[in-house]
């Protein structure tokens, strides 16, 4: 496995910091927001100074119930081969589900959601995996998530469930630490347990990121510095197995270059002190011949994909909760992702809060109730504004001629002000003005 050493998650707000930072070796980008075509110059500098490049994909959905999307997998090998990348990442989580499998309405998460561990879930990621390496130009590595509730009926541990996938496709492993710790304080996981258990030689490269406790509930948040504890089984995973590259995570809430260089320098400390608590024997780098991986079962199939829409449909669309879960936990996951979807919405269609003021967020988490996204954000966003038009739901007279017109201007196949008939009225109007 190729060593990376030490990275940082790129983000646009941070491109210009990134690219002065010293000591980085390597970045990763989330792959949705990188058009091949296109690429941000600061990444293209980066690459011609050497930097390695991960396109990192969150909507895969390799551990829901259907097959991986040929479409998205196209994309994404797209963004691989722009970017010169030696392997590219994706998630063991479900972001959708419903649709002809389970002859229900398709529902979109727009999160990572977990999958039960079970031996159904485990044969459908296992086949999913094979189809996702089977279509890239390089090899893939799959990363554990932060969870903020448990499926009943459970039938292996964590660390058991990503050995037999490892096992089982030859996958790589992308260890989050940050979401280890997430599940001990939200699920009672023993990190040190799960790391055990884990096929070390299998490790790609590593996560650290940060987070918040709130009510007895850990937030995965990507917004925080990074805490000790997460540090602490940084320095466990390192004393057990040199992970060929560890890389700072942080989405939101960005704070000074400098704060970023100390996290990096408190996560390069953890790595010496796990280094020093290794013993002289490291565990060796071994070829993982993937097994035979046989078709999932379509009944097995279904039933993943009905028990993912029950409980998918209770978080986002107000149904009853499937037996055997948290209500409390269930009603705390439904907030955190009606709160996530105003977030984002906010960034995609940034008009949206300047045309409804304060009172956009009160609006858009009274829209989910009722209103489960089905078509990503970008839709979310017309839909939310065609539904305050519909129902009245826009009072002030002002806010309400701006919101129509922005949502005249992109609910059709194309732009309104670049249609053949605006343009015409637009030139009439200024002739007219000219007068």
């Known amino acids: ?210 987070g918040f406790e709130r009510d007895g509930v850990w937030h995965d948040s990507h917004a925080h510095p990074v805490p000790q504890p997460v540090l602490d089984i940084l320095a466990d995973l390192t004393s057990r197995v040199s992970p060929p590259g560890v890389l700072l995570e942080r989405d939101e809430n960005f704070p000074e270059p400098a704060e970023l260089e100390r996290e990096l320098g408190a996560i390069r400390g953890a790595l010496e002190k796990g280094a020093a608590e290794r013993s002289g024997t490291s565990a060796t780098e071994t070829s993982r011949e993937a097994a035979p991986v046989q078709e999932a079962s379509e009944p097995a199939r279904q039933r993943l994909g009905l028990a993912q829409a029950a409980l998918l449909s209770a978080l986002v669309a107000g149904t009853p909760v499937p037996e055997g879960f948290d209500r409390v936990r269930l009603g705390v996951q439904a907030r955190a992702l009606a709160g996530k979807r105003a977030d984002v919405v906010a960034k995609v269609a940034p008009e949206l809060p300047v045309i409804l003021g304060d009172g956009y967020r009160r609006a858009f988490l009274a829209y989910t109730h009722g209103h489960p996204m089905t078509g990503g954000y970008r839709r979310d966003a017309l839909d939310f504004a065609g539904y305050l038009l519909a129902e009245g739901r826009c009072e002030d007279v002002r806010a309400r001629a701006e919101l129509r017109e922005w949502w005249l201007e992109r609910s059709g196949p194309k732009p309104r002000s670049r249609r053949p008939g605006v343009r015409l009225a637009r030139a009439t109007r200024r002739v007219l003005l000219r007068r």
């Open 1 to 210: 496995m190729e060593r990376l050493g030490t990275g940082i998650g790129w983000r646009p707000e941070i491109a210009d910091a990134v690219e002065r930072m010293p000591g980085i070796d390597w970045v990763e980008a989330v792959a949705e927001n990188v058009c091949p075509g296109h690429l941000p110059e600061s990444l293209v500098r980066l690459r011609e100074r050497g930097v390695t490049v991960i396109p990192h994909g969150v909507s895969l959905g390799l551990g829901g119930a259907e097959r991986p999307d040929a479409e998205r997998l196209a994309a994404l090998a797209e963004r691989v081969e722009a970017l010169g990348s030696p392997l590219v990442t994706e998630h063991i989580a479900f972001v959708r589900a419903g649709g002809p499998l389970t002859a229900s309405p398709r529902l979109e998460a727009g999160h990572l959601l977990p999958v039960p561990r079970t031996r159904d879930a485990l044969d459908v990621l296992c086949e999913n995996v094979r189809i996702a390496q089977d279509a890239l130009p390089v090899p893939l590595s799959v990363e554990n998530i932060a969870a903020l509730i448990s499926w009943p009926g459970e039938e292996m541990t964590e660390g058991q469930f990503l050995y037999e996938l490892a096992d089982r496709t030859g996958v790589r492993l992308l260890i989050d630490v940050a979401n280890l710790h997430t599940n001990h304080v939200n699920r009672g996981e023993d990190p040190a347990k799960a790391l055990a258990e884990l096929p070390l030689e299998a490790i790609a490269y590593v996560h650290v990121a940060g």
